[in-house]
């Protein structure tokens, strides 16, 4: 195989996910006529905004060669004690803030296990996890917090709209070119895929290597609990389960978007695309009256074919 046939070969690959994306799109749209309709399509990226979310603070964490599967849990216990709060008469703006720090601080909170603590970053989240989601129950008793009251700024998150177009979409785009700038564009996002590609070289370069798997971690954390303050304004309620499973979804799209489980490749608009996979298999398999069951075996064999193709990379 020569130079140019190398390249092409490449080029394939790193556009796979978007080819396999339009394949979907134009396959599902020939069976289904009703998938292909404007308002279907703004649906499907408004549900597609909370995966989004919790994957691109999911790719930063997976691109320094860790995982985060505390993000579930981590969305709700952030939501359901800003619900608490509005409940106790805390303005819903001043809830929201504080429920956005309390993300990033449990997200730091498995980064310093991770670094300082020395554990393998699959047994600290896995810890986090369990840990997180225990204290919600504990928090709501194991029900659901609702009688959230009328606020304008909570509604607006996650029900509201910008010229017909749904405020989560908008949050989505801008905070996709926030991450794109971000590790391609900063001396973090550097830190990052040096840290991930091979970490005793970083160290020698003079990279933090803790410093930037804290950081990482802890935007991990923050993205988690915006999307959780979403799920809270479009539901109306907080349950104690909000968030479960969702760190498969999101590992799901960082993989098929191409990112590299081992660290130090991948791209944020990879896991854009990924994103987009599984809310274009779930939307067009709901329309088309697949059972939820066959979905989950369908997705777990699409992330399948991802990571046996990362591997062959």
């Known amino acids: 195989m020569n130079s140019n046939q190398k390249n092409i070969a490449a080029r394939v690959q790193d556009l796979g996910a978007l080819i396999a994306l339009v394949v979907l799109v134009l396959g599902i749209s020939i069976v289904s006529p009703e998938f292909r309709t404007w308002s279907n399509f703004l649906s499907l990226l408004r549900q597609s905004s909370i995966n989004g979310l919790i994957a691109f603070g999911m790719t930063c964490v997976i691109l320094t060669d860790a995982i985060d599967l505390s993000v579930g849990s981590v969305l709700a216990l952030s939501t359901v004690l800003c619900a608490g709060m509005i409940t106790s008469g805390v303005p819903a703006g001043a809830a929201m803030l504080i429920a956005l720090v309390i993300g990033t601080v449990l997200g730091i909170v498995s980064g310093v296990l991770v670094t300082k603590g020395r554990l393998q970053p699959f047994i600290a989240t896995l810890i986090t996890m369990t840990v997180f989601r225990g204290l919600t129950m504990i928090f709501t008793n194991g029900k659901p917090i609702s009688n959230l009251g009328d606020s304008f700024v909570l509604k607006l998150v ?9 405020i989560p979409v908008i949050l989505l785009i801008l905070i996709f070119i926030g991450f794109f700038f971000l590790l391609n564009k900063t001396t973090f996002g550097r830190a990052v ?25 802890a935007i991990s954390g923050f993205m988690s609990a915006l999307s959780g303050l979403i799920l809270l304004s479009r539901l109306g ?16 799209a960082v993989a098929l978007g191409g990112t590299s489980m081992s660290g130090g490749r991948g791209k944020i608009y990879g896991t854009f695309v990924g994103v987009l996979i599984i809310a274009v298999l779930n ?14 075996v369908i997705k777990g064999l699409v992330i399948l074919v991802a990571v046996l193709s990362d591997r062959k990379r």
């Open 158 to 166: 996650g029900r509201g709209n910008f010229y017909h177009v749904p």
């Open 283 to 296: 939307n067009g398999l709901n329309i088309l009256g697949v059972s939820s069951y066959y979905q989950d």
């Open 237 to 252: 309620s907080a349950q104690p389960n909000l968030g479960d499973g969702y760190e498969l979804d999101a590992i799901a």
């Open 193 to 217: 895929y040096a840290t991930g590609s091979n970490w005793k070289c970083a160290k020698l370069a003079g990279v933090d290597i803790h410093r930037t798997k804290i950081i990482a971690y």
